[in-house]
Structure formats: C-alpha cells, structure tokens
C-alpha cells in the first residue's frame, strides 16, 4: 500500500518555542554549530489503491484545510513513499 507523507511547518513569522528549546538543549548536549531549529509535524497517509495526479490534488486539499492551520502553518512538501521501502519517489 502506497504512503503519503505531508510536512507541515510554522510559517516563517511565526515563533517556535519548541524549537527554541531544542536549539538550546543541543549545545548543552554537546552537539555545536547549530544556529536554528524549526519543529513541524510529520504525516503518514497509507492510501488504498494508486496514488494518481487526483488523490494528490484531494490530499493537499486535505493537509491544507485538515492537516495543517493555514494562519499560522504551511504545507511544504507532499511525498510518496513505496511502504514496503520507505523510499519516497515524486
């Protein structure tokens, strides 16, 4: 079965404590030369069936509208993977 994964990040004006936190925690840890950290959310959609230019168009409805706050967040990228792998393909 076919996956779909969708990426969703806070938009760029937008500030991000979580990823603040982890910014700060890194250097702490011992892990240097990291200047910034953004946290988003990862999706995985396993999707009946072939993944046509259709079921695409109607997840990215999905992932803007269900998926994601569109005031504050953006969808940036909308991959399929071969489950069975896990290597995504355009």
Do not use: Y
Not at 26 to 32: I, M, Q, Y
Not at 42 to 58: H, I, N
């Amino acid at each position: 079965m076919p996956r779909v994964v969708v990426h969703v990040m806070p938009k760029p004006e937008i500030l991000d404590p979580q990823g603040k936190a982890v910014a700060a925690a890194l250097p702490r840890l011992g892990f240097e030369g990291i200047a910034s950290v953004r946290q988003g959310k990862r999706f995985e959609l396993e999707v009946e069936g072939e993944v046509t230019e259709q079921v695409l168009a109607s997840l990215r409805e999905a992932a803007e509208t269900l998926l994601s706050n569109p005031v504050i967040e953006d969808v940036v990228s909308i991959d399929v993977e071969d489950a069975a792998d896990g290597k995504a393909r355009a």
